[in-house]
């Protein structure tokens, strides 16, 4: 069946370090988002990469979406303490179905 | 304005009752979902709903039925709760159910099961 794996499932990192999470697909998906869930929240939306290879920034959030589209990635450059809480991806197919999710915890 | 509202936001309740969580979207939306999220976060989808009409179910217990009076409404009731029942539950809608729809949650319903 349709699977959306991600990695790692917990990341602790220092204040001020880099967090990357990996999501990986079984299939080609034909678009991927990311959502982020604070502590106590709900997801939200973040962003949807469409194209094979495709790169976009928000800040200090880049997001990758492979060649192949079967795998994209979350990278934060020099994290915050607002950074923290459970980021998913979420691979579209004929429905989304949700990645594990990394839960980032920032040590101050 | 709460674009997708649910209530109650916390529910504990004994083992055995019969309960609901009423949903709303005012975001104009055709495709309406309840999501389940466990102690670990995982992130599931229960039921799906496109102008009123069932398109997701995946392997739910046949306790819990979904119910869509109309498109801006889902409402999710669950017989004969058990204590794995609890958990997080999301509704959450988005403007249609194809690729590149965007999901737009409400602020859960935390259900706990005595």
């Known amino acids: 069946g349709q699977q959306v794996m991600q990695i790692p499932q917990y990341q602790h990192v220092q204040e001020g370090e880099d967090f990357t999470t990996y999501c990986n697909s079984s299939?080609?998906?034909?678009?991927i988002q990311w959502y982020k869930q604070r502590p106590g929240g709900h997801p939200v939306f973040l962003i949807q990469?469409?194209?094979?290879?495709e790169v976009k920034k928000q800040k200090r959030l880049t997001f990758q979406f492979g060649e192949a589209k079967k795998n994209s990635s979350l990278h934060i450059t020099a994290t915050q303490t607002t950074d923290v809480g459970t980021y998913f991806c979420?691979?579209?197919?004929?429905?989304?179905?949700f990645g594990k999710g990394t839960r980032l915890h920032i040590l101050p | 304005d709460t674009a997708v509202s649910q209530t109650p936001k916390y529910l504990v309740t004994q083992m055995g009752n019969d309960k609901s969580i009423k949903c709303e979207q005012n975001?104009?939306?055709?495709?309406m979902y309840w999501y389940k999220q466990d102690s670990k976060k995982f992130l599931k989808i229960m039921f799906s709903?496109?102008?009123?009409?069932?398109?997701i179910n995946e392997t739910v217990p046949n306790r819990f039925s979904p119910k869509s009076p109309d498109k801006a409404h889902l409402n999710l009731h669950i017989n004969s709760l058990e204590l794995g029942d609890s958990a997080v539950y999301f509704c959450?809608?988005?403007?249609?159910?194809?690729?590149?729809?965007?999901?737009?949650f409400g602020e859960g319903s935390w259900l706990t099961v005595v």
């Open positions: 709903y496109n102008n009123k009409e069932l398109i």
């Open positions: 990469l469409v194209k094979s290879g």
């Open positions: 975001l104009g939306h055709d495709t």
């Open positions: 299939t080609t998906l034909s678009n």
């Open positions: 959450a809608s988005s403007q249609g159910t194809g690729p590149g729809n965007t999901i737009y």
């Open positions: 979420a691979g579209p197919r004929d429905k989304i179905i």
